[in-house]
């Protein structure tokens, strides 16, 4: 029997007619899909502007072209996740500072956020990871104090709530970032998106997308009809008409989706709460998770024994996996100086966490396959 992933995408005949239709359309690429994606996920998110991308990580770049990011400034976030967070950063020549998370949600720990501000500090980066929303209003607070800018790094988290507020209202930030990757909550294949309330910001991300070319408030006399000019130093981090349209049917299953995987949590809350083994993913009072994620946490006895209880988890078929290795501890972060013990419970979390399956098409009895053999790997141990 094959492996049951620990996530996957979930495409039905509505996502693939959609795309058939694009195909055979005149333009599947720079044509009305786009614009009607970005209509859609503003709504949904109740933002007033959306820009899509090829990626995920092109719409953290983006964003942080977008307030200004350079050279010389720091921008602070967490080592919890993958690279392409604090990456997108080093694009632009900017130096990232790592804060330590909570040891159970593996957030940002926002009391530690401050003493790690310096006159260089420009953004503050806080990932919702797993989909668990960060406490946003006390980031808010710290950011607005200290004249910085809030980007939510929710890739994890579409369909996610803050105190009854969708992730991607940037009611808290000035711009949300999500990533439409296939293990992600919906998927355009490879893609990702920028949602703000700032106009310019809006504006300086499609520029960016396309080069950073631009038809309209030229700055020398055009020649004619056909004039156009590059304004910045772009890239092509255009989404296409393909990836758009099955973006648009996904989107209309979100709620679904979500709603999926917050049953499988809590099917797993169930028949794990108070094991002897591990502990399990917790939801804050003021959070709605939209469960990207579901992660244990191996308890003291048995964090050492992780390789081999991942080993074992494999056999049962239980494709578990592991988010993340700590940022820095990376050999090219290291190269720049970055040192192992600088965020001791980013450390500990990672020595503990497993992540095990979690999609919205996962069958019942594939669940109970997993749950099975999960109380039989530590029952042998």
Known sequence: ????????????????????????????????????FELLITRYC?????????????????????CGLSQKDEFITS?????????????????????????????????????????KTKLIVPIHYAGHPVDLEKVHEIAKKNDLFVIE???????????????????????????FHPVKHITTGEGGAVLTNNKDYYEKMLMFRTHGITKKDFINEPDGEWYYEMQFLGYNYRMTDIQASLGISQLKKLDRFVKRRREIARFYDMEFTDNPYFDIPPERQYASSSYHLYTIRLKDEFKHKKKEIFSKLKEKRVGVQVHYIPVYWHPSYQGMGYERGICPMAEDFYQRQLSIPIYPSIKDEDLKCVTQGIKDVFNEL
């Open 153 to 179: 790094d929710a890739c994890h988290a579409l369909g996610a709530q803050y105190k009854g507020n969708k992730i991607g209202s940037c009611k808290y930030s000035d711009m949300t970032v999500f990533s």
């Open 1 to 36: 029997m094959s492996l049951i992933p620990y996530s996957r995408q979930s495409i039905d005949d509505t996502d693939i007619y959609s795309v058939i239709e694009v195909l055979k359309a005149d333009l599947i690429t720079q044509g009305n899909k786009i614009s009607q």
């Open 79 to 119: 080592p919890i996740t993958f690279v392409a967070t604090s990456n997108a950063g080093l694009y632009l020549g900017a130096k990232p500072v790592f804060v330590d998370v909570e040891h159970d949600t593996a957030n940002i720990d926002t009391s530690k956020i401050e003493e790690k501000i310096t006159s």
């Open 46 to 66: 109740d933002c007033k502007y959306a820009v899509v991308f090829n990626s995920g990580t092109s719409a953290l770049h983006a964003s942080y072209f977008a």
